[in-house]
């Protein structure tokens, strides 16, 4: 009898183990759904290369991911730089579970569906041509006076691509369809979950912006290519009786620094007030990263000061540090303000600037320290022409005060 129960016990531990194995991605195209109300879906594609890769796709751009894991049913997707992660069973036809963002205490259902690499369905032709600048106005309520934003869109026939300018940054690469006179627009990456979807009549549109399923806001555009927004470089300045930057913050060493530090003597240095968990700041990140790579010969220093909105002082270093080794960032990014990202108080922390209005913006230092340019939001390379006119401009800056 004993030998009977000892046989019955080892045979359920054998099932058991059977029926927990582990089960890994499929390969091939996926279709993702994340869910901004009860019954409307961003939709963003993907492909997984192999178990342990796949790579997310928003019009021209590729995000490559590489930490996923497992444990027996479920899999765990960590997209690069930014928390933001994926967590999800894997079903018969594809995944189920949410996107989830820890520090900001945000969690939205998402699925995935196999073997679909169209971002969304249509049922008709597209009747109209969107290509072209449109002007948008954002309304979060009908009390507020709308903020402003420009559309630069792109179209093949039933495809639409492109992105939104605003004066704090762009909306990054966004995809999507015309189907009939319904525009539906969308962009993941891991820290933007974008959705629009709008009604197009003739030169107007009207519809609603999404941002995951923690913000919505009207939107009203119409065709205008003489729109233009207001400049960046005329938004925030130094107050009257400053013509320096002051700061000290520590480094995630523990490191106390300042201007004052032999490293930015005789430079001109360029301070970017950014955020790990900042889209556009990643945008601009790159960019200075290889800036500083073909222009290694000229007398020039970056140093970033991170808002975060991480809780703990420990917690924001360790997302500042994951953004310096996946970008191999060498110049110092410090933590400015953690457990919120208020640029109220991001101006109270630097009292000689009228005010902070955007992240990133950028503070061009010259050799004896005195403020020479400054620039707010960043026009990314999604915005084509925009970005192109933005790095030239940048480039004559450095190089004309370098020579000095």
């Keep these: 009898m004993r030998l009977l129960k000892s046989l019955i016990f080892i045979s359920l531990i054998i099932l058991s183990c059977q029926n927990t194995k582990q089960i890994n991605l499929e390969t091939g195209p996926y279709r993702g759904?994340?869910?901004?109300?009860?019954?409307?879906?961003?939709?963003?594609?993907?492909?997984?290369?192999?178990?342990?890769?796949?790579?997310?796709?928003?019009?021209?751009?590729?995000?490559?991911?590489?930490?996923?894991?497992?444990?027996?049913?479920?899999v765990l997707i960590k997209l690069p730089v930014f928390e933001g992660y994926l967590k999800a069973a894997i079903t018969e036809n594809g995944l189920k579970g949410y996107f989830r963002i820890d520090g900001l205490n945000r969690s939205v259902p998402f699925n995935a569906i196999h073997g679909i690499s169209s971002r969304y369905d249509t049922s008709e032709e597209a009747n109209l041509n969107l290509a072209g600048s449109w002007e948008i106005t954002f309304n979060k309520s009908k009390a507020s006076g709308g903020s402003k934003g420009l559309a630069i869109l792109k179209q093949d026939q039933n495809k639409v691509t492109g992105t939104i300018r605003t004066t704090t940054g762009d909306h990054r690469y966004l995809e999507g369809v015309l189907d009939g006179n319904t525009l539906k627009l969308s962009a993941f990456d891991g820290a933007h979950a974008f959705y629009y979807e709008a009604k197009v009549l003739g030169d107007q549109l009207e519809g609603i912006f999404y941002s995951g399923n923690h913000y919505t806001a009207t939107i009203n555009g119409k065709m205008n290519a003489d729109f233009k927004l207001a400049s960046g470089d005329t938004l925030t300045y130094l107050k009257p009786g400053y013509d320096k930057l002051s700061f000290v913050f520590p480094d995630v060493k523990g490191k106390l620094v300042s201007l004052n530090d032999d490293r930015f003597r005789d430079k001109v240095t360029v301070v970017q007030l950014m955020g790990s968990w900042c889209p556009n700041c990643l945008d601009e990140t790159r960019f200075f990263k290889s800036y500083i790579e073909q222009h290694k010969n000229l007398p020039l220093e970056f140093i970033g000061l991170a808002f975060e909105y991480s809780k703990s002082e420990a917690q924001a270093f360790e997302r500042i540090k994951r953004l310096q080794d996946r970008l191999e960032i060498d110049y110092p990014i410090l933590l400015a303000q953690y457990g919120s990202t208020s640029k109220t108080s991001a101006q109270e922390k630097l009292p000689m600037l009228n005010a902070v209005l955007s992240y990133p913006t950028s503070i061009v230092v010259d050799k004896k320290g005195k403020v020479r340019y400054i620039h707010?939001?960043?026009?990314?390379?999604?915005?084509?022409?925009?970005?192109?006119?933005?790095?030239?401009?940048?480039?004559?800056?450095?190089?004309?005060?370098?020579a000095e």
Aim: proline residues 3%; charged residues 25%.
């Design 33 to 74: 759904l994340i869910k901004v109300t009860n019954d409307k879906a961003l939709a963003f594609n993907f492909k997984v290369t192999d178990a342990t890769h796949l790579e997310v796709y928003n019009a021209n751009e590729i995000i490559y991911v590489d930490e996923i894991s497992y444990q027996q049913d479920s």
């Design 376 to 402: 707010s939001g960043f026009d990314g390379p999604a915005t084509g022409k925009p970005y192109e006119i933005y790095t030239r401009k940048f480039d004559s800056i450095i190089t004309n005060l370098a």
